[in-house]
């Protein structure tokens, strides 16, 4: 609780949820029980999501904000900082979750002795996209926000130092 407020080890934290989260789905995927289901289905793209987004995007968040100018100064971005980390753990949670239910629900379509149409398992499966598509959007926006926040920040102070450092005579 102490360095909650740096970001930095905020994102580090999310890091090390994903890749709980992520290494016990690769514990579940690989059990040939479980396996049966999911193989082929989108719960290997969850995984695959939430190992790329969950845990490689949040190391590189918490890298960009280590390698901020000293002195740094966030300005009005600051504000917006604290409720894009959030929104953008809980959609990517929503997102990961969705894909899961859309691999399971596939997963036990496939192993029905009789089965419809492949378009008609779609057409089912339409609820799964648009809460897939929602939450993809508030992601994309989340990251969105805490990038333009980085980069404004980051090219606010370069041109404050270079400023300074600047001999008008």
Known sequence: KRLYHYYPYRFLMAADFWVFVNMGQAILMSVPALNLYTHGTHVTVAHAMGTTIGINSMILLAAAFEFLPEGRRFGKGSR?????????????????????????????????????????????????????????????????AIAIVLLRTWFSNFRVNADAGSTDK
């Open 80 to 144: 917006l900082l604290n409720p894009a980390f959030w929104s953008a753990q809980i959609s990517l949670f929503f997102f990961w979750l969705t894909l899961n239910a859309a691999g399971l629900y596939k997963g036990f379509w496939q192993m029905k002795t009789t089965r419809g149409s492949y378009a008609a398992l779609m057409s089912d499966m339409s609820p799964f996209f648009i809460v897939l598509l929602i939450s993809g959007f508030f992601l994309m926006c989340s990251l969105a």
